[in-house]
């Protein structure tokens, strides 16, 4: 199976601050990684698939970019609406596993 | 628009069984696959189960590990319903159980989830 890590595991930020957050896969995923935001009590929220295709009505301040094994999804100007968990999740081969998340929160 | 509802979790004993319903409406449910995912107290997202198909002969059907053998995904597309059995339930499946939709393609990624149903597995 794929193991899928992140990191940080939570960071602080401020309004307007632009953050990244990496995730790695164990073995080489070509570009077949996606983002997901959750907030508390909710659903998650899927923002970008195969690395960079943001979905429909995310904002253009989200950004992913990577390939093979390493991967990053970058906020460039963060909002309070941002204060999240994201959760990466690769679609190369089942099991499609997540990474265990990154905790956003505010500084 | 999509929306997906799920139902049919609660309460369960160790060793029994429940089924989760995932309504779909706003969308064409027999054109996309769909998967369970769950999420346990505090924890992040596992992926559980993925059917490709029409859920009759040709249909593919992905389980992890943990629930292979337990756990039965399926669907009926003219009810416009997803369906997960599990059987011989143990505690570390309580958890918060969302279906989703995969966009499309032979690499999964989810569009549109459902609201959660919750299954507590417990004596």
């Known amino acids: 199976d794929i193991q899928m890590t992140q990191s940080p595991s939570s960071l602080s930020a401020s309004i307007g601050d632009r953050v990244t957050i990496t995730c790695r896969a164990s073995?080489?995923?070509?570009?077949?990684l996606n983002w997901y935001q959750q907030k508390p009590g909710k659903a998650p929220k899927l923002l970008i698939f195969?690395?960079?295709s943001l979905h429909s009505g995310v904002p253009s301040r989200f950004s992913g970019s990577g390939s093979g094994t390493d991967f990053t999804l970058t906020i460039s100007s963060l909002q309070p609406e941002d204060f999240a968990t994201y959760y990466c999740?690769?679609?190369?081969?089942?099991?499609?596993?997540f990474g265990p998340g990154t905790k956003v929160d505010i500084k | 628009q999509v929306q997906l509802v799920e139902s049919g979790g609660g309460l369960v004993k160790p060793g029994g069984s429940l089924r989760l319903s995932c309504a779909a409406s706003g969308f064409t449910f027999s054109d996309f696959y769909m998967s369970w995912i769950r999420q346990a107290p505090g924890k992040g997202l596992e992926w559980i189960s993925y059917i490709r198909g029409s859920g009759s002969s040709g249909t593919i059907i992905y389980y992890a590990d943990s629930v292979k053998g337990r756990f039965t995904i399926s669907r009926d597309n003219a009810k416009n319903s997803l369906f997960l059995q599990m059987d011989s339930l143990r505690a570390e499946d309580t958890a918060m159980y969302y279906c989703a939709r995969d966009q499309g393609g032979d690499w999964p990624n989810f569009d549109y989830w459902g609201q959660g149903t919750l299954v507590t597995v417990s004596s």
């Open positions: 999740q690769q679609s190369y081969s089942s099991p499609f596993t």
């Open positions: 073995q080489s995923i070509s570009t077949y």
């Open positions: 195969v690395v960079s």
